[in-house]
């Protein structure tokens, strides 16, 4: 009997390439024993809705997703909100692909296609903040919204250098947020310009700014907190930080998470996985140890 999978693509991911590989991919699956049923996203929660609305009615053997971060983010949420048990296949198709970079999935889609026929399970952390689930990071402060307020036309022709246009307009007039962060028995409070938990070593595109230790599966997130610089040789040292990984330093809070808990006077706006994700004065952030199924090659290294 074949196996059963549900396919969701975003037609818009990227620069919409999935439109020309579709029938191949496709082809691929049913080649290797699956009948597949595949839907379109048409915007917004729509990939979400789906994998709720097809698991609840049928029995799936796995759930396979074509798009950006934003597009997993939503597979992710979909099937942890809704309680179920279904590995994951990914073929990223979005303009940085942070996520799929930290799985070592290929770029090129017919490869990642590949992977998902031919790889093995590898049980995954995945995040939850206040209640939404999150596949590998959340964040606020400067340059998180550039990630959703960047148009998808300048996404499309621009690919990464569009992110960094979007990010290089907020310099002059970043905002900061006074935070009270507790985690474990430690409470630090400070002015910060930035923040983010992530499980990834690749945000935004840029490779090893959440440090050197990131493991996928360990139960820990990465907590990264830059502090307001004074000057411009301290926002030089912080870039120069970040550009190096070396999140320890004297400008940057760093620490592991497992469970975090972050509040401010003020609603601060959060990115949840590059998408916007609301804005709160109080955030539960904990960790799920082991907690989603993903294909990949190589399920021993992370
Ligand atoms: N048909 C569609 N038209 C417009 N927006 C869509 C459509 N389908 C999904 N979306 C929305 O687009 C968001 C972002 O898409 P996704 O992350 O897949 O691609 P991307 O933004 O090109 O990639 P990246 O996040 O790597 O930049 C999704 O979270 C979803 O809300």
Redesign the pocket.
């Known amino acids: 009997m074949r196996k059963k999978m549900l396919f969701i693509y975003?037609?818009?991911?990227?620069k919409g390439k999935i439109r020309h590989l579709l029938s191949n991919i496709i082809e691929l699956f049913v080649k290797n024993g699956y009948e597949v049923v595949t839907y379109?996203?048409?915007?917004?929660?729509?990939?979400k809705r789906i994998v709720l609305d097809c698991l609840n009615r049928e029995k799936y053997d796995i759930v396979v997703c074509s798009?950006?971060?934003?597009?997993l983010?939503?597979v992710i949420d979909g099937i942890m909100s809704g309680n179920k048990k279904i590995k994951i296949g990914y073929i990223p198709a979005?303009?940085?692909?942070d996520f799929a970079y930290s799985l070592g999935l290929p770029k090129n889609m017919p490869k990642s296609a590949q992977v998902v026929v031919n790889g093995q399970s590898f049980l995954c952390d995945v995040g939850n903040l206040n209640g939404e689930y999150f596949a590998y990071t959340a964040a606020f402060g400067i340059f998180t919204d550039a990630s959703y307020a960047t148009p998808?036309t300048s996404?499309n022709m621009l690919g990464r250098l569009a992110y960094i246009l979007e990010g290089i307009k907020r310099l002059p007039n970043w905002k900061s947020y006074h935070i009270k962060i507790t985690c474990k028995n430690r409470v630090i409070q400070d002015n910060f310009i930035y923040g983010m938990v992530a499980n990834s070593d690749s945000i935004g595109g840029f490779k090893g700014i959440t440090g050197k230790d990131v493991l996928l599966d360990d139960g820990l997130f990465e907590g990264v907190f830059i502090k307001v610089p004074q000057n411009v040789l301290d926002l030089q040292s912080i870039i120069n930080d970040l550009l190096r990984g070396n999140v320890k330093s004297n400008h940057i809070f760093y620490l592991p998470v497992q469970e975090i808990q972050i509040t401010s006077e003020e609603p601060v706006p959060w990115t949840i996985d590059?998408?916007y994700g609301g804005e709160f004065k109080s955030v539960h952030i904990k960790n799920l140890k082991q907690a989603i199924s993903i294909i990949r090659n190589n399920p021993t290294k992370a």
């Open positions: 975003n037609p818009h991911a990227g379109a996203t048409l915007g917004e929660k729509d990939a798009g950006g971060d934003g597009t983010n939503e979005g303009t940085t692909n998808q996404k590059g998408e």
